[in-house]
């Protein structure tokens, strides 16, 4: 009975974030709704219009081209920062003062303005200039990110592997580091291999940290912009233009309020979904023990 | 933007819809938060593969709704009435079965 009433009462612990919420968040994410059904000409000068931007968001190739390769650049990102991370956390040092070591140069890269990052490799992989270039180039291989959709998209893969991989190593560490030893004395005993180690103790507790990984690395790369926007513009062409920066284009450049406002609906939506299915994997996971 | 319309709301651009809209999600809220002190939701197992409450059922409902009025805008041109209509039912079934 006091549990009962302890948990009917927990919702005013929340009130001082739920209020701070209402006015950072939700009141913005009401203004960004009306601006969705109206046409918008200036402050005082607009008109409703229903659902008319929705539709013609929904049905614009340009941005169905943007969703695209959104959804493949943000794959490709979980497909090699996932394995690479739990790959590079298992290499890493368990005790000694590698470990403090192995720590700061990991945290490095996360310490890079994202802006930043995209200024380093747009000059580290200039073909004329740029270290990665010209060795890429000296190898025998026509490398030109400037140029060349394939290689654009390339480098911008390769760079957010720079800047992110070592959160995941970061969330894998700790979660190896939380492996009581007698998991693994248990092992020596049985004899097993390297392998059933990672596959029957280290993976399976690995899970939790694995899906907040997963989580936090979708959302990142779902809402990429600073980093291939000073990398390459979005170009060549349109190749690496992904949603942030047609949303931008249309809201900033082309100052096409509704129409932006109805897309970054959509966007919020989607992110949304994808979320509440990791958080749900994430609860019945913990439950599953 | 000038004080006024700072403190009137204005610059939030409102609506009618939208703010009828916004007032249903609202009422929702309330009625679901004081069901909850009258009648406790607890979690428990229906078609969905997790054990959910009330609360996360009609979460589900509304999400799935706003993307079943999305999938509507961008494949059909006939009237929105049709996918509101599909979303009542989808909420039901997810409130009752899920």
């Keep these: ?289 | 933007m000038n004080q006024d319309a700072g403190l009137t709301l204005a610059w939030m651009a409102w609506t009618q819809p939208v703010a009828i809209f916004f007032t249903a999600i609202v009422v929702m809220l309330v009625v679901f938060g004081v069901l909850q002190f009258v009648l406790p939701t607890y979690e428990r197992r229906g078609f969905l593969p997790v054990p959910t409450t009330r609360g996360d059922r009609l979460f589900m409902s509304l999400l799935g709704s706003a993307f079943i009025h999305l999938f509507w805008l961008g494949f059909s041109d006939a009237s929105l009435l049709f996918a509101s209509a599909i979303s009542v039912v989808y909420a039901t079934v997810m409130l009752r079965y899920g």
């Design chain 1, 1 to 289: 009975m006091d549990n009962k009433r302890e948990y009917q009462w927990a919702w005013l612990m929340v009130l001082p974030v739920v209020l701070v919420v209402a006015f950072s968040a939700i009141m913005p994410l009401m203004t960004v709704v009306n601006y969705s059904v109206q046409d918008i000409f200036g402050p005082n000068s607009r008109f409703f219009v229903g659902t008319e931007w929705f539709k013609e968001v929904l049905r614009d190739a340009e941005l169905h081209g943007a969703l695209i390769r959104q959804f493949i650049f943000s794959a490709s990102v979980l497909l090699i920062q996932i394995p690479l991370g739990i790959a590079l956390a298992l290499c890493m040092p368990k005790k000694g003062a590698g470990v403090s070591f192995a720590l700061v140069l990991l945290a490095l890269p996360l310490l890079v303005p994202w802006n930043v990052v995209g200024t380093i490799w747009q000059v580290f992989a200039r073909p004329d200039v740029g270290l990665a270039g010209v060795v890429i180039n000296a190898l025998g291989f026509d490398y030109n990110y400037t140029g060349d959709s394939l290689d654009a998209w390339l480098t911008v893969l390769v760079m957010d592997v720079w800047h992110w991989t070592s959160l995941v190593i970061l969330l894998c560490y700790a979660g190896l580091q939380a492996i009581p030893d007698a998991f693994y004395q248990a092992a020596r005993i049985d004899g097993a291999s390297r392998w059933a180690v990672f596959r029957y103790i280290e993976l399976p507790k690995l899970k939790g940290v694995l899906l907040i990984a997963v989580l936090l690395r979708f959302i990142f790369s779902f809402r990429i912009y600073a980093e291939p926007f000073v990398l390459t513009g979005g170009g060549p062409g349109n190749s690496t233009t992904f949603l942030s920066q047609s949303l931008t284009t249309m809201a900033v450049g082309q100052f096409d309020l509704g129409p932006a406002a109805a897309f970054s609906l959509i966007y919020f939506l989607i992110i949304l979904l994808f979320s509440y299915v990791f958080y749900l994997t994430i609860l019945n996971m913990d439950r599953e023990g």
